[in-house]
């Protein structure tokens, strides 16, 4: 190849990688000498470094101590503005979180190459370097994602550094970067080693694992936990209600209406009302005669979106006579994150020092990874020193059917999630509830109610009595933890997985047999709607942006998960508590739909005729006006 042709590769290179090069902090020096590399497959680190096994043999080696150790190796001087001093790395393992025990299984070779590299014994059994690699590796993990395509395309994938790059150690002031790099030719993806620092022969090799995390030294020392130790146990573990400016940081802005004019909405019983749905299941199932569907939003008395709507004022000053299904600010429910904290303000008391509990009673404890990541370390060491359980599952803020989500008890699984985005860690249920499936045994279920909120002002609130369950599709138990089957419940978006259909009046027969002391009607419901009462008072209790707006031409529907745990009082007697898990907007209600075929009739009648059948939809607030 001339070197005209190489200067027309090395153009066409950049179009492609520029945007990659520069979000990565790559300067453009190393460009030319990157480019080459990747085309003719150059992997000189050899070359420059040399990778060391530390010798412990007459010292006790601490388990975050590193097993290896890489250094510069080049006779010539090693300076960090040197064009060539950029170098491709391999990575030993790239995989997906819900394959990895898989791919240490079936791959030959994997499993004792990763005990190689993390410094286990490899005449070990093989369920022991299994458990050891699954727990270890949270130490050597690193993370991309693509920012294209849909949302599963765009979820993390983990991998593991070669030899040489998994030999980088830490420092507080390092001399070398490492950055991910997909070579989009190839379809591989690598890490690209350069220095920040001039070097001599002989100098370790490190880098900064907690990279950008320099503001708060507190949450910095927290990241660093799985590399180096530190006590947090004295630490406050108590969480404090943030400021307005936490609860709209990141969102859309909202309009307001200026005037709210309730009498604009007043129609004849006669009318029928014209509705403008993105939802194909209600053009489907929408058939009592006092709705029509209309094509055209300007002709709908309502519209029911799919997506978020936030021109609540436009919408008033536009349109005062139409509904729309959102409310103003009603993401303080449905955004995980935003939800835990408005739920706190119904705590009567702080958490319990002989065991830790945290209230209200009915929401796991759960903290921000982000802005509470020093108070959640201190209340997990906590619970370590009281020997309390401590199995938690790390959620995404505004990800739902399970996606990117993590269960977990090790502490340094948890500090490094929050690198693939922002993410909860909230208490799991580990004495959760049964339900005994004839062909598998006990398992976990989880149960949603839809509710519907009418008004804020005053406070309208209504659940449809039909509930919904879905089960987990292997018996429970607190092993293999990354066994998607035995630990959640959404199964209807994976094609491999058995998805258990039950109605609730065919559950409510099976629990009466399975649990006759504790009647679904007389001792579970009503935990479940004083649950709910309690999390709409709360949502409505402050105003916006800390709360759910009052807005006359708003309605909503929504999905709310929850799941039932057993709970042992300081008398030592038993009793099942409803739980709250999420709150979801915009849901699917497919099976709502297939199950019951007046669903969409009794919603919509309820909602905006003020037609409510009290055979199908329940009160929650009756007598509020």
Same mark, same amino acid.
């Given at each position: 190849?001339?070197?005209?042709?190489?200067?027309?590769?090395?153009?066409?290179?950049?179009?492609?990688?520029?945007?990659?090069?520069?979000?990565?902090?790559?300067?453009?020096?190393?460009?030319?000498?990157?480019?080459?590399?990747?085309?003719? =497959?150059?992997?000189?680190?050899?070359?420059?470094?040399?990778?060391?096994?530390?010798?412990?043999?007459?010292?006790?080696?601490?388990?975050?101590?590193?097993?290896?150790? &890489?250094?510069?190796?080049?006779?010539?001087?090693?300076?960090?503005?040197?064009?060539?001093?950029?170098?491709?790395?391999?990575?030993?393992?790239?995989?997906?979180?819900?394959?990895?025990?898989?791919?240490?299984?079936?791959?030959?070779?994997?499993?004792?190459?990763?005990?190689?590299?993390?410094?286990?014994?490899?005449?070990?059994?093989?369920?022991?370097?299994?458990?050891?690699?699954?727990?270890?590796?949270?130490?050597?993990?690193?993370?991309?994602?693509?920012?294209?395509?849909?949302?599963?395309?765009?979820?993390?994938?983990?991998?593991?550094?070669?030899?040489?790059?998994?030999?980088?150690?830490?420092?507080?002031?390092?001399?070398?970067?490492?950055?991910?790099?997909?070579?989009?030719?190839?379809?591989?993806?690598?890490?690209?080693?350069?220095?920040?620092?001039?070097?001599?022969?002989?100098?370790?090799?490190?880098?900064?694992?907690?990279?950008?995390?320099?503001?708060?030294?507190?949450?910095?020392?927290?990241?660093?936990?799985?590399?180096?130790?530190?006590?947090?146990?004295?630490?406050?573990?108590?969480?404090?209600?943030?400021?307005?400016?936490?609860?709209?940081?990141?969102?859309?802005?909202?309009?307001?209406?200026? *005037?709210?004019?309730?009498?604009?909405?007043?129609?004849?019983?006669?009318?029928?009302?014209?509705?403008?749905?993105?939802?194909?299941?209600?053009?489907?199932?929408?058939?009592?005669?006092?709705?029509?569907?209309?094509?055209?939003?300007?002709?709908?008395?309502?519209?029911?979106?799919?997506?978020?709507?936030?021109?609540?004022?436009?919408?008033?000053?536009?349109?005062?006579?139409?509904?729309?299904?959102?409310?103003?600010?009603?993401?303080?429910?449905?955004?995980?994150?935003?939800?835990?904290?408005?739920?706190?303000?119904?705590?009567?008391? =702080?958490?319990?020092?002989?065991?830790?509990?945290?209230?209200?009673?009915?929401?796991?404890?759960?903290?921000?990874?982000?802005?509470?990541?020093?108070?959640?370390?201190?209340?997990?060491?906590?619970?370590?020193?009281?020997?309390?359980?401590?199995?938690?599952?790390?959620?995404?803020?505004?990800?739902?059917?399970?996606?990117?989500?993590?269960?977990?008890?090790?502490?340094?699984?948890?500090?490094?999630?929050?690198?693939?985005?922002?993410?909860?860690?909230?208490?799991?249920?580990?004495?959760?509830?049964?339900?005994?499936?004839?062909?598998?045994?006990? *398992?976990?279920?989880?149960?949603?109610? *839809?509710? &519907?909120?009418?008004?804020?002002?005053?406070?309208?609130?209504?659940?449809?009595?039909?509930?919904?369950?879905?089960?987990?599709?292997?018996?429970?138990?607190?092993?293999?933890?990354?066994?998607?089957?035995?630990?959640?419940?959404?199964?209807?978006?994976?094609? =491999?997985?058995?998805?258990?259909?039950?109605?609730?009046?065919?559950?409510?027969?099976?629990?009466?047999?399975?649990?006759?002391?504790?009647?679904?009607?007389?001792?579970?419901?009503?935990?479940?709607?004083?649950?709910?009462?309690?999390?709409?008072?709360?949502?409505?209790? *402050?105003?916006?942006?800390?709360?759910?707006?009052?807005?006359?031409?708003?309605?909503?529907?929504?999905?709310?998960?929850?799941?039932?745990?057993?709970? =042992?009082?300081?008398?030592?007697?038993?009793?099942?508590?409803?739980? &709250?898990?999420?709150?979801?907007?915009?849901?699917?209600?497919?099976?709502?739909?297939?199950?019951?075929?007046?669903?969409?009739?009794?919603?919509?009648?309820?909602?905006?005729?003020?037609?409510?059948?009290?055979?199908?939809?329940?009160?929650?607030?009756?007598?509020?006006?």
């Amino acid at each position: 190849m001339d070197e005209m042709d190489e200067t027309e590769l090395f153009k066409n290179f950049l179009q492609v990688h520029q945007p990659q090069l520069e979000t990565s902090g790559v300067p453009r020096y190393f460009w030319e000498s990157l480019f080459k590399k990747l085309h003719h =497959q150059i992997f000189d680190a050899d070359q420059s470094f040399q990778l060391l096994r530390i010798d412990y043999s007459n010292t006790t080696k601490d388990p975050l101590d590193p097993v290896w150790k &890489l250094f510069v190796s080049s006779d010539k001087d090693f300076y960090a503005g040197d064009p060539n001093n950029i170098y491709l790395v391999d990575h030993a393992w790239i995989y997906d979180l819900g394959s990895a025990r898989k791919n240490l299984v079936n791959i030959s070779g994997l499993l004792d190459r990763m005990c190689a590299l993390m410094g286990f014994d490899l005449n070990e059994r093989k369920d022991e370097k299994l458990k050891f690699v699954l727990k270890e590796m949270w130490r050597y993990n690193q993370s991309f994602s693509m920012s294209c395509g849909s949302v599963e395309n765009r979820l993390p994938i983990w991998y593991v550094m070669d030899e040489v790059g998994s030999g980088i150690n830490h420092s507080d002031t390092p001399n070398f970067r490492t950055v991910p790099f997909l070579y989009l030719p190839e379809g591989i993806t690598y890490s690209l080693l350069f220095p920040i620092e001039d070097m001599e022969k002989g100098e370790e090799v490190t880098r900064d694992f907690v990279e950008g995390q320099t503001h708060d030294s507190r949450k910095r020392h927290a990241l660093l936990l799985p590399w180096r130790e530190v006590c947090f146990s004295t630490e406050n573990y108590l969480q404090v209600e943030p400021d307005d400016s936490y609860f709209l940081s990141g969102r859309i802005t909202e309009s307001l209406p200026e *005037v709210l004019n309730p009498k604009a909405l007043v129609r004849d019983k006669s009318t029928t009302l014209k509705v403008y749905t993105e939802y194909a299941l209600i053009f489907d199932y929408l058939c009592d005669s006092a709705f029509e569907i209309v094509e055209d939003e300007a002709e709908a008395d309502i519209l029911w979106y799919t997506k978020h709507f936030k021109e609540f004022k436009e919408l008033a000053n536009r349109s005062p006579h139409v509904f729309v299904n959102q409310f103003p600010f009603e993401h303080v429910v449905t955004v995980k994150d935003l939800l835990s904290i408005i739920c706190r303000r119904k705590a009567d008391q =702080q958490p319990d020092p002989e065991d830790l509990r945290t209230y209200p009673v009915w929401l796991p404890t759960t903290y921000n990874l982000s802005t509470e990541l020093v108070e959640f370390v201190a209340y997990f060491e906590n619970r370590r020193e009281l020997n309390l359980d401590n199995h938690w599952i790390c959620k995404p803020w505004n990800l739902a059917r399970g996606l990117d989500t993590h269960v977990t008890d090790n502490l340094f699984h948890i500090l490094r999630v929050p690198s693939t985005g922002p993410k909860i860690a909230q208490k799991y249920i580990t004495n959760a509830v049964l339900f005994e499936r004839t062909e598998i045994g006990k *398992v976990k279920f989880d149960v949603r109610y *839809v509710v &519907l909120l009418k008004s804020v002002k005053p406070l309208k609130v209504f659940a449809y009595k039909n509930f919904f369950l879905r089960f987990a599709n292997k018996r429970f138990s607190l092993n293999n933890l990354d066994e998607y089957e035995r630990h959640f419940t959404v199964m209807n978006y994976s094609e =491999q997985a058995r998805l258990c259909h039950l109605k609730c009046a065919d559950f409510l027969l099976e629990w009466e047999q399975q649990y006759p002391d504790f009647s679904w009607t007389d001792k579970i419901e009503p935990k479940i709607f004083q649950m709910l009462r309690e999390v709409f008072e709360a949502a409505t209790s *402050v105003k916006p942006p800390k709360g759910i707006a009052e807005n006359p031409q708003s309605r909503a529907l929504y999905a709310v998960d929850l799941i039932l745990e057993w709970q =042992q009082d300081k008398e030592g007697s038993w009793d099942m508590q409803p739980m &709250l898990l999420e709150i979801n907007f915009s849901p699917d209600c497919k099976r709502a739909c297939e199950y019951y075929a007046n669903f969409y009739d009794d919603i919509f009648k309820c909602l905006f005729l003020d037609d409510t059948d009290p055979t199908e939809i329940l009160d929650l607030f009756p007598g509020s006006t």
